[in-house]
Structures are given as structure tokens and as C-alpha cells.
């Protein structure tokens, strides 16, 4: 009899466990109940688009008053010119680098679509000065203000030049953004139409651009870019960075850029010639509206 009870409790065993797990590996499986919580839902790239487009149709419609301070660093490996000017030192390693610092203070007026810009020097590496300069002291590369710089690729005529995915989500300024990338549309011939690509993280509810970068490749429309070209040997890459922080008016304005020079030599390998980074702080704002006559 002892016997015979083990053996059924043996049996009962063997068929309830395989029920269990069954029901486990059922409610595990199943898709939550109607109503219940399903997480975020996935973003609408056209919607993105649309509302980016709406957004830069402001920018280029809008009317700006302010002042900041405008402080500017840069680093030049002037090595491959032979270059000792602009303040360059060469080292021990026969590398020969520049660094340069200028503040100045900015004033950016914007009206009928035009864009004024006034600069007063207030320091050259260090040393104080008070210069009203009609054009920016840089050794590097030249630079606009990247207010407008969304336009580039968002503005409803631009886009059409452009495919777009969406290539992830960030976070930036405890903010959730969507990584937006735009590569130039495919020519005739196979190959881009334009030699500009680059991406973008937006509030996808408001659809401000918090972070902008552009890949400028080939430099055949700028001579300057073209001679360097062939003195180091080796094709333009040149990378800008912008990043918008202060708010005013459902605007976002600037508060760094970086423009980073480089050229490719070879397949794998880039020689870096500058590193221009700028950094807007100190806003004061008289004017930031949109001109109801562009609408």
C-alpha cells in the first residue's frame, strides 16, 4: 500500500507541474488588457517634419533685438602650411598649433528678413581691449550666428532635398528628444545632390530643434577650402555642432557652436587643421517676435 501512495503522488506530480508552467508561460505571453498600460507610443516621423517645418517658417520669419557675450576659442594645427603666424609655436614634435581666444560683445538685430550684426572686442587672450570690429577676428573658420541654422535642413523648402528617419531617442536638459538624420536625396547618377547631410534632437511636442549638426563635405564651392585641399592632400570634412538653450518668445537661441575642420587623408585617417567653439551667454532681449506680414 506505501507502495502504491508514492507512486500516485509520483504521477500527480508529473501531470500538475506541466499545467503550471503552461499557465505561467500563458499569462507571461499574452498581451496586456484592453485599457491597460502600453507604453509610448512610437514617433510620427511626417507629424516630426511638419511641425519642424512650421517652426523654421517662424525663425525665417522672425524679428530680433538682443545682446549677448560672444566668446570665441581656437585651436590650428597650422603644421601642414609651415605657419608660424597667429600667434603659432611650434613644439618639440615639429607640430605647429595656434590658440586664440576673443570676446566681444554681440548685437544681433533682425528685421524684413535681414540680418545686423555688431561686435565690440573686449579681450584678446586675455588682454582687455574696447574695439568696435566690422568683421570678426577668427583664424579658423568663418561662422554665422546658427539661430537660423535649422533652416538648413527643416524649412519646408528644404526638406524636399532631404530623406529623414529617425534614428533614436535622447535626453538633453532633462528633456526626452527625438534623433532625427537627414542624408541629401539620391541623384541621377546615384549620388547625393547636395554635400550636406546631417541630424538633429527635437522636442517632438513643441518641435524646437535643441541640437543641430551639419557634415559638410567636398569644399569645390569655396576656394579657400579648395587650395587647402590640395596643400594638406586630402578632402574637406567640416562639422558643426549647435546647441539652443535660452528661451524667449517660443524660440530657442544658441549657446554653443562648434565647427570642427578637418580633411581626410586616405581612407581612414583625418587631420583635424582647426577647432573653432563659441559659447553665447548673457542674453538681453528687446526685440524677439514674428513678422505677421511673412505669415
Known sequence: MIKKEKMGKDVLIRRWVPSVLLCLLL???????????????EPDLASILGKTAEYCRKLEASVLDFFCREEVRETLDLTQEADISLGAEPGMDG????????????????????????R?????????RDEPVTVRRTNGVAYDN????????????????YDFRIAGTDRINKKDVIVVEAVPKASGDGSGSLFLSGKAWIDPETAEIRQIELTQKRAAWDEIFARREKKIGGELRLTTRAKFKTEKNGFLFPCTLTIEEGYL???????????????????????????????
Open 120 to 128: 565690440t572686442l573686449l579681450e584678446f587672450n586675455g588682454e582687455k
Open 27 to 41: 499569462l507571461w505571453s499574452s498581451p496586456p488588457a484592453r485599457g491597460g498600460q502600453t507604453g509610448p507610443a
Open 146 to 161: 546658427p539661430f537660423l541654422c535649422p533652416v538648413v535642413l527643416f524649412s519646408k523648402n528644404n526638406q524636399s532635398s
Open 95 to 118: 607640430i605647429i598649433m595656434a590658440r586664440n581666444q576673443f570676446v566681444y560683445d554681440y548685437q544681433c538685430v533682425r528685421s524684413g528678413g535681414r540680418l545686423k550684426e555688431k
Open 265 to 295: 587623408v586616405g581612407r581612414y585617417r583625418t587631420f583635424k587643421r582647426s577647432t573653432t567653439r563659441v559659447d553665447f551667454t548673457d542674453f538681453k532681449f528687446f526685440t524677439v517676435d514674428v513678422d505677421v506680414r511673412s505669415d
